[in-house]
Protein backbone atom coordinates (compact mmCIF):
# COMPACT_ATOMS: atom_id res chain seq x y z
CA UNK A 1 0.00 0.00 0.00
CA UNK A 2 1.16 3.81 -0.82
CA UNK A 3 0.41 6.68 0.77
CA UNK A 4 -0.17 10.62 0.17
CA UNK A 5 2.95 11.03 1.62
CA UNK A 6 4.78 9.01 -0.39
CA UNK A 7 5.55 6.08 2.34
CA UNK A 8 5.16 2.64 1.69
CA UNK A 9 3.33 -0.04 4.13
CA UNK A 10 3.45 -3.53 4.92
CA UNK A 11 1.92 -5.13 7.40
CA UNK A 12 3.95 -7.28 9.60
CA UNK A 13 3.85 -11.49 9.09
CA UNK A 14 5.52 -14.13 10.12
CA UNK A 15 7.61 -14.27 13.40
CA UNK A 16 7.49 -10.20 13.91
CA UNK A 17 4.05 -9.72 14.01
CA UNK A 18 3.69 -13.32 16.46
CA UNK A 19 6.34 -12.05 18.84
CA UNK A 20 4.23 -8.53 18.57
CA UNK A 21 1.58 -9.95 19.71
CA UNK A 22 2.96 -11.91 22.11
CA UNK A 23 4.46 -9.35 23.99
CA UNK A 24 1.34 -6.92 23.77
CA UNK A 25 -1.52 -8.66 24.28
CA UNK A 26 -3.55 -6.00 22.89
CA UNK A 27 -2.09 -5.96 19.38
CA UNK A 28 -3.32 -7.17 16.29
CA UNK A 29 -2.24 -5.89 13.15
CA UNK A 30 0.68 -3.34 13.08
CA UNK A 31 1.76 -2.16 9.54
CA UNK A 32 5.57 -0.60 8.82
CA UNK A 33 6.39 2.80 6.53
CA UNK A 34 9.42 2.95 4.51
CA UNK A 35 10.94 5.30 4.53
CA UNK A 36 11.26 5.78 8.18
CA UNK A 37 10.34 2.72 9.74
CA UNK A 38 7.41 4.20 11.50
CA UNK A 39 5.28 1.24 12.98
CA UNK A 40 1.23 1.44 13.48
CA UNK A 41 -2.08 -0.21 14.54
CA UNK A 42 -2.89 -1.42 10.66
CA UNK A 43 -5.94 1.15 11.25
CA UNK A 44 -3.48 3.43 10.45
CA UNK A 45 -4.03 3.27 6.78
CA UNK A 46 -7.92 4.30 6.98
CA UNK A 47 -6.29 7.91 8.30
CA UNK A 48 -3.04 8.26 7.02
CA UNK A 49 -4.35 10.02 3.82
CA UNK A 50 -6.94 12.50 5.25
CA UNK A 51 -4.20 13.61 8.17
CA UNK A 52 -1.81 14.25 5.56
CA UNK A 53 -4.01 16.05 3.52
CA UNK A 54 -5.58 17.75 6.90
CA UNK A 55 -6.69 21.48 5.91
CA UNK A 56 -4.60 23.31 8.65
CA UNK A 57 -5.40 27.10 9.35
CA UNK A 58 -3.08 29.69 10.38
CA UNK A 59 -4.50 30.00 14.22
CA UNK A 60 -3.71 26.34 14.76
CA UNK A 61 -1.03 25.25 16.99
CA UNK A 62 0.49 21.45 16.77
CA UNK A 63 1.37 20.10 19.62
CA UNK A 64 4.07 17.31 18.40
CA UNK A 65 5.57 14.73 20.02
CA UNK A 66 7.00 11.08 20.11
CA UNK A 67 5.35 9.21 23.13
CA UNK A 68 5.40 10.41 26.95
CA UNK A 69 7.35 13.62 26.07
CA UNK A 70 5.17 15.98 27.64
CA UNK A 71 2.28 15.48 25.83
CA UNK A 72 -0.81 15.82 28.19
CA UNK A 73 0.93 18.52 30.00
CA UNK A 74 1.96 20.74 26.87
CA UNK A 75 -1.88 20.48 25.93
CA UNK A 76 -3.02 21.62 29.04
CA UNK A 77 -0.05 24.63 29.18
CA UNK A 78 -1.09 25.88 25.47
CA UNK A 79 -4.82 25.56 25.76
CA UNK A 80 -5.06 27.19 28.96
CA UNK A 81 -2.82 30.05 27.84
CA UNK A 82 -4.62 30.33 24.52
CA UNK A 83 -8.25 30.18 25.88
CA UNK A 84 -7.96 30.21 29.76
CA UNK A 85 -5.66 32.74 30.87
CA UNK A 86 -7.41 33.56 33.87
CA UNK A 87 -8.65 30.42 34.94
CA UNK A 88 -12.23 31.33 34.36
CA UNK A 89 -13.56 29.75 30.81
CA UNK A 90 -16.03 26.93 32.04
CA UNK A 91 -15.11 25.05 29.01
CA UNK A 92 -11.77 24.17 31.11
CA UNK A 93 -14.48 21.07 32.20
CA UNK A 94 -14.16 19.21 28.74
CA UNK A 95 -12.21 16.47 28.46
CA UNK A 96 -8.48 17.94 27.49
CA UNK A 97 -8.84 15.20 24.75
CA UNK A 98 -11.89 16.99 23.01
CA UNK A 99 -10.24 20.40 23.71
CA UNK A 100 -7.14 19.41 22.61
CA UNK A 101 -7.49 16.70 19.75
CA UNK A 102 -5.13 13.91 19.33
CA UNK A 103 -5.67 14.09 15.49
CA UNK A 104 -4.41 10.71 15.13
CA UNK A 105 -6.45 8.45 17.73
CA UNK A 106 -8.82 6.77 15.92
CA UNK A 107 -6.23 4.43 14.71
CA UNK A 108 -5.23 3.54 18.35
CA UNK A 109 -8.73 3.10 19.39
CA UNK A 110 -10.87 1.89 16.02
CA UNK A 111 -10.60 -1.52 14.66
CA UNK A 112 -13.58 -3.34 15.59
CA UNK A 113 -15.37 -0.69 17.84
CA UNK A 114 -19.38 -1.44 17.75
CA UNK A 115 -22.19 1.34 18.67
CA UNK A 116 -21.64 0.23 21.94
CA UNK A 117 -17.84 1.00 22.45
CA UNK A 118 -18.62 4.32 20.72
CA UNK A 119 -21.80 5.09 23.22
CA UNK A 120 -19.60 4.46 26.20
CA UNK A 121 -16.70 6.52 25.01
CA UNK A 122 -17.08 9.70 27.43
CA UNK A 123 -15.71 11.84 24.33
CA UNK A 124 -18.88 10.67 21.96
CA UNK A 125 -21.57 13.02 23.49
CA UNK A 126 -18.75 15.76 22.51
CA UNK A 127 -18.61 14.11 18.99
CA UNK A 128 -22.26 13.85 18.51
CA UNK A 129 -22.83 17.82 19.51
CA UNK A 130 -19.93 18.83 17.33
CA UNK A 131 -19.98 16.97 14.55
CA UNK A 132 -23.74 15.94 14.40
CA UNK A 133 -23.90 15.46 10.59
CA UNK A 134 -20.20 13.21 10.34
CA UNK A 135 -20.25 9.67 11.05
CA UNK A 136 -17.95 8.73 13.38
CA UNK A 137 -16.41 5.48 11.83
CA UNK A 138 -15.32 8.37 9.84
CA UNK A 139 -12.76 9.32 12.74
CA UNK A 140 -13.80 10.76 15.80
CA UNK A 141 -11.17 12.18 16.64
CA UNK A 142 -9.99 13.16 13.26
CA UNK A 143 -13.18 14.79 12.75
CA UNK A 144 -13.22 16.55 16.50
CA UNK A 145 -9.69 18.10 15.36
CA UNK A 146 -11.27 19.36 12.18
CA UNK A 147 -14.67 20.78 13.73
CA UNK A 148 -12.79 22.06 16.86
CA UNK A 149 -13.42 25.68 17.53
CA UNK A 150 -10.66 28.35 16.73
CA UNK A 151 -8.25 28.61 17.94
CA UNK A 152 -7.14 24.91 17.35
CA UNK A 153 -4.76 23.39 19.49
CA UNK A 154 -4.16 19.52 18.31
CA UNK A 155 -1.84 16.71 19.24
CA UNK A 156 0.11 14.61 17.17
CA UNK A 157 2.93 11.79 17.57
CA UNK A 158 3.42 11.93 13.64
CA UNK A 159 6.56 13.24 12.86
CA UNK A 160 7.13 15.84 10.18
CA UNK A 161 7.04 13.48 7.25
CA UNK A 162 3.56 11.95 7.85
CA UNK A 163 1.89 15.29 8.28
CA UNK A 164 1.18 18.10 5.42
CA UNK A 165 4.25 19.25 3.37
CA UNK A 166 2.98 22.61 4.28
CA UNK A 167 2.11 22.97 7.65
CA UNK A 168 5.18 24.77 9.71
CA UNK A 169 4.06 27.23 6.68
CA UNK A 170 0.43 27.25 7.77
CA UNK A 171 0.34 27.23 11.53
CA UNK A 172 2.69 27.29 14.79
CA UNK A 173 3.99 23.86 15.95
CA UNK A 174 5.57 22.91 19.24
CA UNK A 175 8.07 20.24 19.79
CA UNK A 176 8.49 18.94 22.68
CA UNK A 177 11.23 16.56 23.36
CA UNK A 178 12.28 14.31 26.74
CA UNK A 179 15.18 12.20 27.18
CA UNK A 180 15.25 8.93 26.21
CA UNK A 181 15.65 7.11 29.66
CA UNK A 182 12.61 8.88 31.21
CA UNK A 183 10.61 7.94 28.10
CA UNK A 184 11.56 4.45 27.89
CA UNK A 185 9.92 4.01 31.24
CA UNK A 186 7.01 5.96 31.00
CA UNK A 187 6.56 4.11 27.32
CA UNK A 188 6.72 0.79 29.56
CA UNK A 189 4.51 1.71 32.16
CA UNK A 190 1.75 3.08 29.82
CA UNK A 191 2.09 -0.06 27.64
CA UNK A 192 1.20 -2.18 30.76
CA UNK A 193 -1.70 0.15 32.15
CA UNK A 194 -3.29 0.57 29.01
CA UNK A 195 -4.98 -2.62 27.46
CA UNK A 196 -4.82 -1.74 24.16
CA UNK A 197 -1.20 -2.18 24.38
CA UNK A 198 -1.66 -5.25 27.03
CA UNK A 199 2.50 -5.28 27.29
CA UNK A 200 3.32 -8.35 29.46
CA UNK A 201 6.90 -8.85 28.34
CA UNK A 202 9.94 -7.73 31.06
CA UNK A 203 12.03 -4.00 30.69
CA UNK A 204 14.69 -5.41 29.14
CA UNK A 205 12.35 -6.36 26.19
CA UNK A 206 11.03 -3.05 26.10
CA UNK A 207 14.21 -1.30 26.24
CA UNK A 208 15.09 -3.99 22.72
CA UNK A 209 11.62 -2.99 21.64
CA UNK A 210 12.73 0.66 21.71
CA UNK A 211 16.31 0.53 20.40
CA UNK A 212 15.04 -1.52 17.62
CA UNK A 213 12.35 0.74 16.72
CA UNK A 214 9.65 -1.78 17.26
CA UNK A 215 7.38 0.06 19.28
CA UNK A 216 4.05 1.80 18.12
CA UNK A 217 5.55 5.36 16.28
CA UNK A 218 8.77 3.70 15.69
CA UNK A 219 11.85 5.22 16.17
CA UNK A 220 12.45 8.44 18.38
CA UNK A 221 15.53 9.40 16.81
CA UNK A 222 14.47 10.06 13.50
CA UNK A 223 11.33 11.67 15.32
CA UNK A 224 13.23 14.25 16.54
CA UNK A 225 15.68 14.51 13.33
CA UNK A 226 13.20 15.58 11.56
CA UNK A 227 12.27 18.20 14.06
CA UNK A 228 15.50 19.12 14.66
CA UNK A 229 16.23 19.78 10.95
CA UNK A 230 13.63 22.33 11.10
CA UNK A 231 14.77 24.31 14.21
CA UNK A 232 15.14 27.38 12.95
CA UNK A 233 12.01 27.86 11.32
CA UNK A 234 10.08 30.50 12.94
CA UNK A 235 7.05 28.79 13.44
CA UNK A 236 8.39 25.60 15.09
CA UNK A 237 9.27 26.25 19.31
CA UNK A 238 11.30 23.33 20.83
CA UNK A 239 10.98 22.67 24.36
CA UNK A 240 12.51 20.12 26.34
CA UNK A 241 9.79 18.53 29.26
CA UNK A 242 13.57 18.70 32.21
CA UNK A 243 13.50 22.43 31.08
CA UNK A 244 10.07 22.83 31.63
CA UNK A 245 10.11 20.97 34.61
CA UNK A 246 13.09 22.81 36.31
CA UNK A 247 11.46 26.39 35.43
CA UNK A 248 7.92 25.89 34.28
CA UNK A 249 8.02 29.55 34.56
CA UNK A 250 10.71 30.51 32.51
CA UNK A 251 9.75 27.88 30.07
CA UNK A 252 6.04 29.23 29.82
CA UNK A 253 7.60 32.64 29.09
CA UNK A 254 9.06 31.57 26.28
CA UNK A 255 6.54 29.74 25.11
CA UNK A 256 4.57 33.12 25.74
CA UNK A 257 6.60 34.74 23.33
CA UNK A 258 6.37 32.26 20.40
CA UNK A 259 2.57 32.07 20.65
CA UNK A 260 1.96 35.65 21.09
CA UNK A 261 -0.52 35.62 23.95
CA UNK A 262 1.32 38.60 25.67
CA UNK A 263 0.12 37.15 29.57
CA UNK A 264 1.05 38.63 32.44
CA UNK A 265 3.28 37.46 35.27
CA UNK A 266 0.54 37.03 37.46
CA UNK A 267 -1.47 34.94 34.12
CA UNK A 268 1.92 32.93 34.17
CA UNK A 269 2.33 32.12 37.50
CA UNK A 270 -1.18 31.18 37.90
CA UNK A 271 -1.00 28.63 34.64
CA UNK A 272 2.25 27.15 36.11
CA UNK A 273 0.38 26.17 39.46
CA UNK A 274 -2.85 25.08 37.58
CA UNK A 275 -0.91 22.76 35.14
CA UNK A 276 1.46 21.31 38.05
CA UNK A 277 1.57 17.74 38.03
CA UNK A 278 -0.55 17.69 41.40
CA UNK A 279 -2.83 19.60 40.19
CA UNK A 280 -3.17 17.86 36.99
CA UNK A 281 -3.38 14.18 38.41
CA UNK A 282 -6.17 15.36 40.50
CA UNK A 283 -8.36 16.69 38.03
CA UNK A 284 -7.38 14.53 35.64
CA UNK A 285 -8.41 11.35 38.11
CA UNK A 286 -11.69 12.63 38.78
CA UNK A 287 -12.59 13.28 35.18
CA UNK A 288 -11.32 9.70 34.19
CA UNK A 289 -11.19 7.63 37.91
CA UNK A 290 -9.06 5.11 35.95
CA UNK A 291 -11.61 2.34 37.64
CA UNK A 292 -12.48 0.85 34.24
CA UNK A 293 -11.11 -2.64 34.03
CA UNK A 294 -11.98 -2.70 30.24
CA UNK A 295 -9.02 -0.49 29.40
CA UNK A 296 -7.06 -0.41 31.84
CA UNK A 297 -4.70 -3.40 33.83
CA UNK A 298 -6.06 -1.67 37.10
CA UNK A 299 -3.73 -4.21 38.98
CA UNK A 300 -0.71 -2.69 37.79
CA UNK A 301 -1.92 1.18 38.25
CA UNK A 302 -2.77 0.39 41.57
CA UNK A 303 0.98 -1.09 42.39
CA UNK A 304 3.02 1.56 39.77
CA UNK A 305 0.71 4.21 39.01
CA UNK A 306 -2.17 5.90 36.65
CA UNK A 307 -1.47 7.47 33.64
CA UNK A 308 -0.06 10.65 35.95
CA UNK A 309 2.36 8.22 37.23
CA UNK A 310 5.59 10.58 38.98
CA UNK A 311 5.77 13.36 36.50
CA UNK A 312 9.77 13.41 37.49
CA UNK A 313 12.94 13.69 35.86
CA UNK A 314 15.71 10.92 36.23
CA UNK A 315 13.00 8.20 37.75
CA UNK A 316 15.19 5.85 35.08
CA UNK A 317 17.77 5.44 37.40
CA UNK A 318 15.35 3.71 39.66
CA UNK A 319 14.56 1.45 36.93
CA UNK A 320 17.56 0.99 34.01
CA UNK A 321 20.28 -1.72 34.97
CA UNK A 322 23.83 -1.00 33.95
CA UNK A 323 23.11 -3.10 31.20
CA UNK A 324 20.10 -1.55 30.07
CA UNK A 325 21.81 1.63 30.45
CA UNK A 326 24.87 0.96 28.46
CA UNK A 327 22.87 0.06 25.49
CA UNK A 328 20.43 2.72 25.49
CA UNK A 329 23.47 5.06 25.63
CA UNK A 330 24.64 3.33 22.73
CA UNK A 331 21.46 4.33 20.83
CA UNK A 332 21.23 7.93 22.00
CA UNK A 333 25.21 8.33 20.82
CA UNK A 334 24.32 6.75 17.48
CA UNK A 335 20.29 8.12 16.96
CA UNK A 336 20.29 11.89 18.71
CA UNK A 337 24.08 12.95 20.16
CA UNK A 338 25.35 11.88 16.55
CA UNK A 339 23.08 14.87 15.22
CA UNK A 340 23.40 17.34 18.12
CA UNK A 341 21.12 17.02 20.50
CA UNK A 342 21.77 16.64 23.88
CA UNK A 343 19.26 15.63 26.96
CA UNK A 344 19.79 16.24 30.83
CA UNK A 345 18.97 13.04 32.31
CA UNK A 346 18.21 14.83 35.65
CA UNK A 347 17.32 17.99 36.80
S1 LIG B 1 1.16 10.39 25.93
O1 LIG B 1 0.31 9.26 26.35
O2 LIG B 1 2.19 9.94 24.99
O3 LIG B 1 0.42 11.52 25.42
O4 LIG B 1 1.92 10.81 27.27
P1 LIG B 1 2.57 12.23 27.56
O5 LIG B 1 1.53 13.13 28.05
O6 LIG B 1 3.41 12.67 26.44
O7 LIG B 1 3.58 11.88 28.74
C1 LIG B 1 3.13 11.37 29.96
C2 LIG B 1 4.21 11.69 30.98
O8 LIG B 1 4.11 13.07 31.36
C3 LIG B 1 3.84 13.15 32.76
N1 LIG B 1 2.98 14.30 33.04
C4 LIG B 1 3.43 15.41 33.63
N2 LIG B 1 4.68 15.76 34.05
C5 LIG B 1 4.80 16.97 34.64
N3 LIG B 1 3.78 17.84 34.83
C6 LIG B 1 2.52 17.53 34.43
N4 LIG B 1 1.53 18.38 34.62
C7 LIG B 1 2.32 16.26 33.79
N5 LIG B 1 1.24 15.64 33.27
C8 LIG B 1 1.66 14.45 32.82
C9 LIG B 1 3.16 11.82 33.06
O9 LIG B 1 3.15 11.56 34.43
C10 LIG B 1 4.03 10.88 32.25
O10 LIG B 1 5.35 10.74 32.78
P2 LIG B 1 5.78 9.65 33.86
O11 LIG B 1 7.28 9.71 33.91
O12 LIG B 1 5.30 8.33 33.37
O13 LIG B 1 5.15 10.07 35.14
Redesign the pocket.
Known amino acids: MKFASGHEGSLLAGAEIEKQRKDFEGYKDLVRLTPGRWLFPSAYTQYADKIYNFEHKSSDVVIM ?13 IWTMRNNPDLNNPKDQIPLMVRAP ?1 IEADMLVSGEQTEEDFAKNPVSQFFLKTCPDKNWRDGVYLQLSETSEEPRTI ?1 T ?1 LPFSLLSPSLLDTCKVVY ?1 A ?1 NPK ?1 VI ?3 L ?2 SRIIKMHGYVGTFEDFVQYFVDDDLLYGPYGSHMKEAWERRDHPNLYMMF ?1 ED ?2 ADPYKAFKQLDVFLGTELTETQLQNIVKY ?7 TR ?1 EKQFPGDSSEHFNVDIMKKD ?1 G ?6 SG ?1 WKNKFTPESEAKVDEWIRENMTSFGVNFKYSI
Open positions: TYPKCGTTWTQEIFKHVRDVSYHHYMKTSFGEMKGGFFRKGQD
